[in-house]
């Protein structure tokens, strides 16, 4: 009787187990979640025939790391909080007016570091994918990490819907998912603080703070502290 009592308590706990490790980031970004996102966009937004559930899921095979900093619902919230922002709900492929913008090229290869990741000067590092990677200096590196040619195929971006979601983990990951735990508003900061924050733009930092909310309580995860910046 005790031995078949502790098979049942020992397959019960195993079971709570897997279910727990099965709270993975591809499970938490369901196809409910991801399409409940791109849903909200215009129907004629390039994007929407861009950006899929299941390149970002091919993308995340490369980067285990992900979703490891933090509570994984809270990591996958902040990081569509953002993506939501910077694509208009996954409408744009590239930055508005990108082309066009006096500083389109988004050079800087003057000064160590950046001038490790010296510029094409018929190519443009404008924003691009679902972070919008910007500026030479992170094409270049992005580009060795993944294993596309970033200085000279910066449009490699726009076209490869994989090699696009892998740009905005790699910058997550690198430059983001470090200071996650000092809360959301560490995370504004690391993607676009020199511009939004310390009253910078006020309205896109609340913005960005609404959809993160809106995703901590969708997946059911407490938003944490020091939510602005």
Not at 83 to 104: A, K, L, M, Q, R
Not at 191 to 216: H, K, L
Request: charged share 15%; glycine share 10%; net charge negative.
């Amino acid at each position: 009787m005790m031995k078949g009592l502790l098979t049942i308590v020992v397959a019960g706990l195993l079971a709570g187990s897997v279910s727990v490790k099965a709270q993975t980031v591809a499970g938490i970004v369901t196809d409910e979640f991801f399409n409940g996102i791109i849903g909200q966009s215009d129907p004629g937004c390039a994007g929407r025939n861009f950006y899929t559930r299941a390149a970002f899921v091919e993308a995340l095979n490369s980067f285990p790391q992900f979703g490891t900093a933090d509570d994984t619902r809270r990591e996958v919230a902040a990081f569509f909080a953002h993506v939501t922002h910077e694509t208009g709900h996954f409408c744009y492929i590239e930055e508005i007016d990108g082309p066009s913008f006096p500083n389109s090229q988004y050079c800087d290869d003057d000064n160590f570091p950046q001038s490790q990741y010296p510029c094409n000067p018929n190519r443009s590092y404008y924003g691009r994918g679902p972070i919008q990677l910007s500026w030479n200096y992170n094409y270049g590196p992005a580009g060795q990490s993944i294993g596309f040619d970033g200085l000279n195929s910066p449009e490699t971006v726009a076209n490869d819907r994989v090699i696009s979601f892998k740009t905005a983990l790699w910058f997550w990951v690198n430059s983001v998912q470090p200071v996650i735990g000092q809360g959301f508003g560490a995370t504004i900061r690391a993607i676009n603080g020199a511009i939004e924050c310390n009253g910078g733009s006020p309205a896109t930092v609340q913005a960005r703070i609404n959809y993160y909310t809106q995703y901590c309580n969708q997946l059911g995860v407490d938003p944490g502290p020091n939510l602005s910046c």
